[in-house]
């Protein structure tokens, strides 16, 4: 339902608000495993809707990014916030969400000349470089944050596939304007 939600642009902005709120209800909370992992599922939450496919909420998130607060006390979450944050920078400056370009479908990548190709490429190895030192795995020890944490692994791991397909035929590109 959340899907469909953030599809129309009327309820983009409810969902980013609610969002939103529930960072901050999260945060004051007396800090335990459960609130530790309903930070870091309220992030997740977020991360999913940016990984949607609307660029409509991916633009609006990066225009409140600021906004993305991890909960005080939550060093898992303040990581994850850290790479969600990059990604919508890079999206900001670069007009596109990289991390979802695939070999399955028509990839912005072969639509850019070696120039171009050499202007976004550090952008996504930086972003690339934040998703790598997000590391979530402490939470997998804990029975209570070990779903949210897992959850969120795999949201990095399928931006990690992407951001390393972009990274390599953008590299390629790059190798062209060099010779």
Excluded at 37 to 64: D, P
Excluded at 94 to 115: I, N, Q
Excluded at 129 to 136: I, T
């Amino acid at each position: 339902m959340l899907q469909r939600s953030i599809s129309d642009g009327e309820f983009s902005k409810t969902v980013l608000k609610m969002l939103v709120r529930r960072l901050k209800e999260v945060g004051q909370e007396r800090i335990s495993s459960g609130s530790l992992a309903a930070g870091i599922k309220t992030i997740s939450v977020w991360h999913r809707c940016l990984n949607s496919g609307n660029k409509g909420f991916l633009a609006l998130s990066a225009q409140h990014a600021h906004l993305m607060e991890p909960p005080p006390g939550n060093a898992l979450a303040a990581m994850y916030c850290t790479y969600v944050r990059e990604l919508l920078m890079v999206f900001t400056t670069a007009k596109h969400a990289w991390h979802r370009d695939t070999v399955f479908e028509d990839s912005m990548v072969g639509r850019l000349d070696a120039p171009q190709a050499a202007t976004v490429a550090p952008l996504l190895m930086n972003q690339m470089k934040v998703l790598l030192r997000c590391d979530l795995q402490g939470g997998l020890m804990d029975i209570k944050t070990r779903c949210s944490v897992h959850y969120a692994i795999n949201l990095l791991i399928l931006d990690g596939m992407g951001l390393f397909y972009a990274i390599d035929a953008l590299m390629d590109k790059v190798i062209v304007l060099d010779n």
